[in-house]
T-cell receptor, first 115, second 115 residues
Framework: AQKITQTQPGMFVQEKEAVTLDCTYDTSDPSYGLFWYKQPSSGEMIFLIYQGSYDQQNATEGRYSLNFQKARKSANLVISASQLGDSAMYFCAMRGGGSNYKLTFGKGTLLTVNP | EADIYQTPRYLVIGTGKKITLECSQTMGHDKMYWYQQDPGMELHLIHYSYGVNSTEKGDLSSESTVSRIRTEHFPLTLESARPSHTSQYLC??????????????FGPGTRLLVL
């Protein structure tokens, strides 16, 4: 069974500062993928970044980077230079290598960026 | 950028009515999914499809049904809506690719309120 834990129900950050959103996972699959999605108040889910369990380097996509610590089973999202438009729910998700459809989602973290 | 559409975006309907939530994608993706999400909560998979004439139930039991007659279209139907069906319904699609990397792209969602 796979499990995603996001322990921060809500986070606040000042505009232009960096923020880290925590995600820990549990799986018995040796091969797996980790995803982060952003969900604004409008409701759509926006794919942000992906990290594979065998990737040698931490993933980066613009202002988003993933702090992947395999031994600790953590995949924290780092947002640099926060913007007001970053205010949203953020979901961590994973898929095991043996599962060809299922994404398991965490409960999410609500990020609020203050001006 | 994903091109996946859902209609209606918002629906308020009385108990006992039959409803169909539409989902279409223009990317030619083989795989499509329906998720249910209560406010502020994680997503739960209720249906998925690997291709035309393929449909399967997801992890969360749902009274809804789906069909996949065309690659681009994956409608969800509730024969008799009840207040317990009030939720947000998110449709997603993915291109058959190398697991676990395969990324799901989401539509804007339908917010359903059953009175």
């Amino acid at each position: 069974a796979q499990k995603i834990t996001q322990t921060q129900p809500g986070m606040f950050v000042q505009e232009k500062e960096a923020v880290t959103l925590d995600c820990t996972y549990d799986t018995s699959d040796p091969s797996y993928g980790l995803f982060w999605y952003k969900q604004p108040s409008s409701g759509e889910m926006i794919f942000l970044i992906y990290q594979g369990s065998y990737d040698q380097q931490n993933a980066t996509e613009g202002r988003y980077s993933l702090n992947f610590q395999k031994a600790r089973k953590s995949a924290n999202l780092v947002i640099s230079a926060s913007q007001l438009g970053d205010s949203a729910m953020y979901f961590c998700a994973m898929r095991g290598g043996g599962s060809n459809y299922k994404l398991t989602f965490g409960k999410g973290t609500l990020l609020t960026v203050n001006p | 950028e994903a091109d996946i559409y859902q209609t209606p975006r918002y629906l308020v309907i009385g108990t006992g009515k039959k409803i169909t939530l539409e989902c279409s994608q223009t990317m030619g993706h083989d795989k499509m999914y329906w998720y249910q999400q209560d406010p502020g909560m994680e997503l739960h998979l209720i249906h998925y499809s690997y291709g035309v004439n393929s449909t399967e139930k997801g992890d969360l039991s749902s009274e809804s049904t789906v069909s996949r007659i065309r690659t681009e279209h994956f409608p969800l139907t509730l024969e008799s809506a009840r207040p317990s069906h009030t939720s947000q319904y998110l449709c997603a699609s993915s291109e058959r690719g190398t697991l676990p990397r395969e990324t799901q792209y989401f539509g804007p969602g339908t917010r359903l309120l059953v009175l």
